[in-house]
């Protein structure tokens, strides 16, 4: 098999997946306008970090709440539909600042399933990097096929 194809095709695939994955997010985040609504109360709420030695630190607000659906309790860790980390420290405390433990939220849920919950009926930050993502490494597998 020539080596453009060896690497071409995965590049190509990689860019698929990406691309899904924001279709996804988007689709679930318009589908949550429908959803109803109940009152929820934050009950964890920090900053975690992740280091990679080839890669810049990436920021992740981690938050849980606690809501109530037809007298039956559950607990969410959803903010937004993808996943809503960040490389700048500032963007993400400024996340877990506005979802301060105790403070009382409106939690989105899904009538058919309760448990899926959200506290933001939008995409996170990540997906426009998925649909960047997915085009870039899409050119990038078309550009080696082509060579």
Do not use: C, H
Not at 50 to 78: I, L
Not at 106 to 120: G, I, Q, R, T
């Amino acid at each position: 098999m020539p080596i453009n194809i060896i690497i071409g095709l995965p590049f190509i695939l990689l860019g698929i997946l990406f691309l899904f994955l924001a279709k996804r997010n988007a689709k679930r985040a318009e589908e949550s306008l429908a959803w109803l609504s109940t009152r929820g109360v934050i009950t964890s709420s920090m900053l975690a970090s992740f280091d990679s030695d080839d890669s810049p630190t990436t920021y992740q607000p981690k938050v849980e709440y606690e809501y109530t659906v037809a007298n039956q309790s559950y607990t969410g860790k959803r903010i937004a539909f993808g996943i809503a980390g960040s490389s700048s420290e500032a963007a993400a405390r400024k996340v877990v600042l506005q979802y301060a433990i105790g403070s009382a939220v409106e939690v989105f849920y899904n009538p058919a399933k309760p448990s899926d919950a959200v506290l933001e009926r939008s995409a996170a930050t990540s997906n426009k990097v998925f649909w960047i993502m997915g085009g870039v490494f899409i050119v990038a597998g078309l550009l080696t096929l082509l060579i």
